[in-house]
């Protein structure tokens, strides 16, 4: 095998040139992978000693990284909030931006609170609720049975108590709660063209694709989420940039009059917070 460092130096260059704009990250972490290292120790080359087994399988996973197959897929696991959470190609790759939902939403959880992650892909978000308060009683719905057993695996890693339901939006869902937490698809039809080639090949389309307007799927939320909500309850959602304004509207058409906007990193409006009027 060559010297480490040397293999990692190359391995990176060539994502570079391939066109990963993370290139310095994914050669970090599929090279912390390929020689079980930690992410912190995976420049301590001289330190470890690893064997042409684990070079030959960090130059297989550049390859795939180098065709456009995201780094989480890669090595299944994606960071969100204070947790990891295992990933593959059922379900989407948890965001940053999608932690907003968690700053929004954390200090309003109180002990015994009913909370609906609904469209939970990963599980991600109702996960990282219940891990900021072990107390909450926890429901993660999704109309995939794939993506359904996909935060079964995570809610077992994180130990945490939570029901699961399958559920084409609120389908099959007949209780109430005081929170209820979506990331529902949202890319507009036309959007389609400027997503990233690894999104395109390697996430689930009907996770992605909200209709024409991108607003299809969560106008159909809209109209339901009220009867499944209890007296004060809220829902928090994300959509996509340049969608506020007209999720507002469609917020007053159905008679919810209780929206608070929050910005992203990039000062976007990204998450609303809508209280139930009665």
Not at 94 to 100: F, H, K, N, Y
Not at 248 to 270: I, P, T
Request: hydrophobic share 40%; proline share 2%.
């Amino acid at each position: 095998m060559k010297n480490k460092q040397s293999l990692f130096l190359s391995k990176k260059e060539l994502l570079k040139e391939a066109g990963c704009d993370d290139y310095k990250e994914s050669a970090k972490r599929l090279f912390s992978k390929a020689f079980g290292m930690s992410l912190a120790q995976s420049y301590k080359y001289q330190t470890y000693k690893g064997s042409n087994e684990n070079a030959s399988l960090f130059s297989e996973m550049v390859c795939s990284r180098a065709v456009g197959v995201p780094t989480s897929q890669i090595v299944h696991s994606r960071s969100f909030w204070q947790n990891d959470f295992y990933v593959d190609g059922t379900v989407l790759d948890p965001r940053p931006e999608s932690e907003l939902i968690i700053e929004v939403t954390k200090n309003l959880l109180f002990d015994g609170m009913r909370v609906l992650d609904l469209g939970c892909g990963s599980g991600c978000i109702g996960l990282s609720l219940y891990k900021e308060n072990p107390n909450i009683t926890l429901f993660l719905s999704d109309f995939s049975k794939k993506a359904l057993n996909l935060a079964k695996k995570n809610a077992e890693e994180l130990k945490a108590d939570c029901e699961f339901i399958h559920s084409d939006l609120f389908s099959n869902i007949h209780n109430k709660f005081d929170l209820i937490v979506a990331n529902l698809p949202y890319i507009a039809k036309d959007d389609f063209c400027y997503l990233q080639r690894e999104i395109i090949l390697h996430e689930p389309h009907e996770a992605l694709f909200g209709g024409r307007s991108g607003l299809d799927v969560i106008k159909l939320f809209l109209v339901d989420v009220n009867r499944h909500l209890n007296k004060n309850g809220i829902f928090v959602m994300e959509f996509g940039k340049g969608q506020d304004f007209l999720l507002q509207e469609e917020l007053l058409r159905c008679n919810f009059n209780k929206a608070c906007f929050y910005k992203d990193l990039n000062n976007v409006n990204r998450v609303v917070c809508v209280k139930k009027d009665t």
